[in-house]
């Protein structure tokens, strides 16, 4: 981190910038950082579950057509009996990571986000993004019953604070890292980069948004979602069949839907 500490003054000296665009250089050095953990994070995960599933099980899992890294393997006769068995094994393996090494990285990620961006001051202790990915991928890879948006909502927040603190920054600016890591974790894997950014800052509060991080987390979740798609492609997860459009006496019913 003094390397890219060193290098980040270089830029903002040789370009003058200011606090504001300094955020956005930031911003674009978290993208990148949480594409790579978003990617490793979606691999990994598409791996167990090819190997657990697939290979062990027999068993053939149905993926949307843009996530599909693996051949579809699986026969007619799935070992029936480890569906039963995986869970209870990957969640003792996942509990016992959390709560021995990280507890707070127990639970639904976007919730210790949200606590920590209230309550913490926005700090999260750097090993907390890799043994939340590691017990998620346990989780999820063996039939748990969760979703990718909490983990790659903490592992990416946990990336900003975590440049944040290295770079000395103030804790204003380390809670707009950390809204800066999760919309780049966010945008990556779900190929949503505006809708992340949003997210993000929309999440924290009931009526209103953190607006003084909506740039550096558009730019970094921008960053993240082009090169999370540049390794895995630019297709739509779910696949849209062609709508046409004839006639001009649609229209007002596609009015009425966009009303509704």
């Not at 003094?2 to 993208?31: C, E, H, N």
């Not at 039939?143 to 975590?162: H, L």
């Not at 929309?202 to 979602?225: F, H, K, R």
Request: proline residues 5%.
């Amino acid at each position: 981190m003094p390397v890219v500490r060193r290098y980040t003054d270089m830029l903002v000296k040789a370009f003058s910038l200011g606090q504001p665009l300094r955020m956005l250089l930031y911003g674009m050095i978290i993208g990148c950082l949480s594409a790579l953990a978003a990617m490793a994070f979606f691999f990994c995960l598409e791996w167990v579950q090819h190997v657990l599933f697939g290979g062990l099980c027999d068993y053939h899992i149905s993926r949307p057509s843009g996530e599909r890294l693996f051949p579809a393997v699986g026969g007619d006769k799935p070992v029936a009996w480890l569906f039963f068995l995986l869970p209870i094994l990957g969640g003792l393996l996942s509990g016992f990571i959390i709560f021995r090494f990280a507890p707070e990285a127990e639970g639904v990620g976007t919730e210790a986000m949200i606590h920590t961006f209230h309550n913490k001051r926005g700090i999260i202790r750097a090993r907390v993004p890799y043994l939340k990915a590691l017990a998620s991928i346990v989780t999820l890879g063996t039939g748990g019953s969760v979703g990718r948006e909490g983990p790659i909502s903490q592992i990416g927040a946990g990336i900003g604070s975590f440049l944040a603190t290295r770079l000395h920054l103030g804790v204003r600016q380390r809670r707009i890292l950390l809204l800066a890591g999760a919309a780049g974790g966010l945008g990556a894997i779900f190929r949503s980069p505006l809708g992340a950014a949003i997210s993000a800052v929309e999440v924290l509060y009931a009526e209103d948004m953190e607006s003084e991080a909506l740039l550096p987390s558009i730019i970094s979740s921008v960053t993240a979602y082009t090169i999370f798609s540049a390794v895995f492609g630019y297709d739509r997860i779910f696949t849209i069949p062609p709508v046409g459009y004839t006639r001009m006496a649609e229209l007002p019913f596609y009015l009425v839907l966009g009303l509704i």
